[in-house]
Nanobody, 124 residues
Framework: VQLQASGGGLVQAGGSLRLSCAAS????????MGWFRQAPGKEREFVAI????????HVADSVKGRFTIARDNAKRTVYLQMNSLKPEDTAVYYC??????????????????WGQGTQVTVSS
């Protein structure tokens, strides 16, 4: 199982980034996919999840209206479009795969597979 996250970087407040997570080594369409983030000194926190088919998504209140999660099962990739970024969005962003459904799929401990993380830094 491999999850390769990319797309992070340094952006000014109000800017946008699009994260990608490419999956291999497992049947991607059978897994709920999630994005979490972890800031220095803090626990990993839920950002967004998407169901196996992509028909439903759930996002954290802190990013609602700004972040969108999507997936392409043919490309085995999940995306996180981040708009109107704020300095408090600064963190390492991780993608994960789980067979657990909502709402437990918002819990990091439900994920057995994680990508390596990609740094997002938002300057004020």
């Amino acid at each position: 199982v491999q999850l390769q996250a990319s797309g992070g970087g340094l952006v000014q407040a109000g800017g946008s980034l699009r994260l990608s997570c490419a999956a291999s080594g497992f049947t991607f369409r059978n897994y709920v996919m999630g994005w979490f983030r972890q800031a220095p000194g803090k626990e990993r926190e839920f950002v967004a999840i998407i169901t196996r088919s992509g028909s439903a998504t759930h996002v954290a209140d802190s990013v609602k209206g700004r972040f969108t999660i999507a997936r392409d099962n043919a490309k085995r990739t999940v995306y996180l479009q981040m708009n109107s970024l704020k300095p408090e969005d600064t963190a390492v962003y991780y993608c994960g795969a789980t067979t657990t459904i909502y709402p437990r799929s918002t819990q990091a401990e439900q994920y057995g597979h994680w990508g390596q993380g990609t740094q997002v830094t938002v300057s004020s």
